[in-house]
């Protein structure tokens, strides 16, 4: 063969490669709607259908699974960590302080995954049924359904001490805000993603420091509506460290998706030093304001804020793996 034509065959073959390798960069960096159209198409009906049956047995659901794509999402990506179970030599993120016991709605994961396991073994990941069982519990509230772009890979670490990541419900503005920043999302998008609150419940020892020990000069946070905070000491008493009393976060509509959280932020009646800090700075509490008004606003907007979290630190094309068993890494 003469040089001229081996080096014609070699940079034919540099430039399939090179062309490959872009298609596989991009496809590692994007998620797609209609990812299982071809793969497995009953896979977001299977999911919605396991949200609803969950759904009618227990409405607080749907707030648990909102709040489990969010705590997937903030810690190592949207790579469905917080699903796996610790093991004698790992301590898993779903074992911290952080996640447990707060957050909740792992056994839905596992019907749908079943369900889709035997239907179209070995094709969906965990961490898109995580986003669309958030979408789904979304929209059955009240919200707004949306496009949840697909085609997410399962990770295969999930550390306990990765769960510092996640912002405490006694931040302050500066550090909500900084803690989203790192995950890409902005301040506005960080006030619109708050309104997650208006759904669900909380334990009292999340928040109980405002009641009875805010700080060395005063036990009661001065920025707590007095009636309110008279109202939790009833419901959460003093010392109390049993983790089965829980309280609703927006109590005027606990299983509405609704702009009542922004409103009881308003009258200070935000649970958590997080929710109260909405309101300290003037642009904050101008978008406050604006969806406290605006409920359809408010609901578009958590739609698309929705999406972009779920693009998170994502893996996709051959990263990671699609578990066979949300709680199991494949072996």
Known sequence: MSPMIMARILTIITLVSLQC?????????????????DSCSAAESIVKQEVSKAYSEDRGLAAGLVRLHFHDCFVRGCDASVLIDSTPSNQAEKDSPANNPSVRGFNVI????????????????????????ARDSFEITGGLGYEVPAGRRDGRVSLIADTRALP???????????SFSTNGLTQEEMVTLSGAHT???SHCTAFASRLYNFS????????????????????????????????????????????GYYVDVLNNRGLFTSDQSLLTSQSTLNQVHQHA????????????????????????????????NCRVINK
């Open 21 to 37: 390798f872009v298609t596989l960069v991009h496809s590692k960096a994007q998620v797609q709607i209609g990812f299982y159209s």
């Open 110 to 133: 596992d019907s749908a995954k079943a369900r889709l396991e035997a239907s179209c073994p070995g094709i969906v990941s965990c961490a898109d049924i995580i986003a669309f069982a």
């Open 168 to 178: 405490p419900a006694t931040s302050n503005l500066a550090q909500l805000t900084k």
């Open 199 to 201: 759904i669900g419940r």
């Open 216 to 259: 060395s000069t005063v036990n009661l946070d001065p920025s707590l509506n007095p009636l309110y905070a008279s109202k939790l000491k009833q419901e959460c008493p003093k010392g109390s460290n049993n983790v089965n009393l829980v309280v609703p976060m927006n109590p005027s509509s606990p299983t509405i998706s609704d702009t």
């Open 293 to 324: 008004m605006n409920p359809l606003v408010w609901k578009i907007k958590f739609a698309k804020a929705m999406v972009k979290m779920g693009r998170i630190g994502v893996i996709t094309g051959q990263q990671g793996e699609i578990r066979s």
